[in-house]
C-alpha cells in the first residue's frame, strides 16, 4: 500500500514518522509533483496539482475536521474523503468554550481589568438563568460542548440540520426553526461546518435576533461571520462582545479593528488543535476499515458540504 501525505502548514516529518511506525507494511512518503500513483492520501489544504496529478487515490483523510478548504478543490471521484471525527478536538472544544462562556458570564474580565488596577470590587452574583448559552451544530464537537455546558448549569438549546433529541437540551433543527431557537439564546457558540448554506449564516439580521446583551463565540470557521455587522452590533449595544478563533483572513491582517476591539476576545485558530498520535491511530484503522469494505465515522458527503 502507498500513502502519500500532503499538508501545508503542518511539519510532515513526525507525521510520516508517526504513519510509518503504525503502518510499517505501506510505503509512506511525502508528496512530490510527478510521483507516483498513491492508494490513500494523508492531506490538509493540499493544491489542486496534488490531485490533478493523484488520480487513483481511493481514500483521501483530511487532518482536520473541516473539509470547506478540501471540498473547493476536483478531487477524484472514485476517493473516499474522510475527516478527523473528535480525534482528541472535543474536549478542547469543550473547555475552550466553556472558559470563554464563563470568563464572560462571571465578568472575570472586568475583574481582570479592577484588580490590575489596584481595586478590590465586587460585582453582582451571576444569574445562570440569564445566560441561556445555543450551540449552532450539534455534531462530534457541539454536542460534547453542549454536555460540557450543562454541568455548569447553564441553560443550554442547540441548532443543527436534522432533528436531535439530547437530554435537557432543547433541539431546533432546520432553516425554519431558526429564529425561535436564536431568540432563545443570550450566548451563541457556532460549531457549523462551512458550507454554501452557512456562510455568513452570522450575520446582522440573525445576531440581532439575540436576547439583548447578546454573546457570539465563533470556533468555526471565519466566513460564518459577517465581520462588520459583529462590528456594528456591538457599537449599537446589541451585543456585549465576542470570543473569536477563525477569521475571514488568516493569520488575521495587522490593524485589523478586532484586534484592539475592548470587546472582542481573539485567539489564533487554536480553539481545538489536531493531536498528530491520536490522529494517526484513526486514520490508520480507519483505511483498514476501508479496505474491507465498512462505512467509517466521518465520511464527508461532499454535496452536503461536510
Ligand atoms: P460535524 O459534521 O460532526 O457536525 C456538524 C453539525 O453542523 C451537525 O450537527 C450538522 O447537522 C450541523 N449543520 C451542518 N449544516 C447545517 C445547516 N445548514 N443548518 C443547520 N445545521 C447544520 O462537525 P464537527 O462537530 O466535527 O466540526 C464542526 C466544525 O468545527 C468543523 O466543520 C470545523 O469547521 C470547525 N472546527 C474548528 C476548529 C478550530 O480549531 N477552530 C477545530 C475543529 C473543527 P446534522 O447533525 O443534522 O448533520
Ligand atoms: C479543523 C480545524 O477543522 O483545525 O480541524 O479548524
Same mark, same amino acid.
Given at each position: 500500500m502507498k500513502i502519500t501525505f500532503c499538508c501545508t502548514?503542518?511539519?510532515a516529518?513526525?507525521w510520516l514518522?508517526?504513519l510509518r ?5 505501506a510505503e509512506v512518503s511525502l508528496w512530490q509533483p510527478g510521483d507516483a500513483p498513491a492508494d490513500h492520501a494523508v492531506v490538509?489544504?493540499p493544491p489542486q496539482q496534488f490531485f490533478d496529478e493523484q488520480t487513483q487515490l481511493k481514500g483521501v ?15 477524484p471521484?472514485?476517493a ?11 474536549? %478542547? ?31 453582582? !452574583? ?28 447553564? !441553560? ?20 425554519? %426553526? ?78 485589523? !479593528? ?49
Open positions: 502548514d503542518t511539519k516529518e513526525p514518522v508517526g511506525a503504525a503502518l510499517p507494511q490538509w489544504a483523510f483530511n487532518i482536520g475536521a473541516g473539509v470547506d478548504a478540501l471540498l473547493k478543490l476536483r478531487l471521484p472514485q473516499t474523503v474522510v475527516r478527523l471525527d473528535d480525534a482528541g478536538m472535543s474536549v %478542547q472544544m469543550a473547555e475552550y468554550v466553556c472558559h470563554a462562556v464563563i470568563r464572560h458570564a462571571r465578568e472575570f474580565d472586568a475583574y481582570e481589568a479592577d484588580t490590575r488596577a489596584g481595586k478590590w470590587s465586587f460585582r453582582k !452574583p451571576l444569574d445562570r438563568t440569564d445566560f441561556s448559552v445555543g450551540v449552532m451544530g450539534l455534531g462530534v464537537l457541539g454536542q460534547r460542548v453542549a454536555r460540557a455546558l450543562q454541568h455548569f448549569e447553564f !441553560p443550554v438549546r442547540g441548532w443543527s440540520r436534522s432533528q436531535k433529541n439530547l437530554d435537557g437540551v432543547p433541539c431546533y433543527a432546520g432553516a425554519e %426553526q431558526l429564529p425561535e431557537f436564536l431568540a432563545s439564546c443570550r450566548v451563541l457558540v457556532c460549531l457549523l461546518p462551512l458550507t454554501p448554506e452557512t456562510r455568513d449564516i452570522l450575520r446582522r439580521d440573525t445576531l440581532a435576533l439575540l436576547q439583548p446583551g447578546g454573546y457570539l463565540i465563533n470556533v468555526a470557521r471565519g466566513a460564518h461571520l459577517v465581520e462588520e455587522d459583529l462590528l456594528a452590533l456591538l457599537h449599537e449595544g446589541h451585543l456585549a462582545g465576542a470570543t473569536l478563533d477563525v477569521f475571514r483572513t488568516e493569520p488575521l491582517p495587522a490593524g485589523h !479593528p478586532f484586534w484592539q476591539h475592548p470587546q472582542i476576545t481573539i485567539t489564533p485558530h487554536n480553539s481545538a488543535r489536531t493531536m498528530r498520535e491520536v490522529s494517526i491511530a484513526q486514520i490508520v484503522g480507519k483505511m483498514a476499515a476501508l479496505a474491507q469494505g465498512h462505512r467509517v465515522a466521518g465520511t464527508v458527503d461532499a454535496a452536503r458540504g461536510y
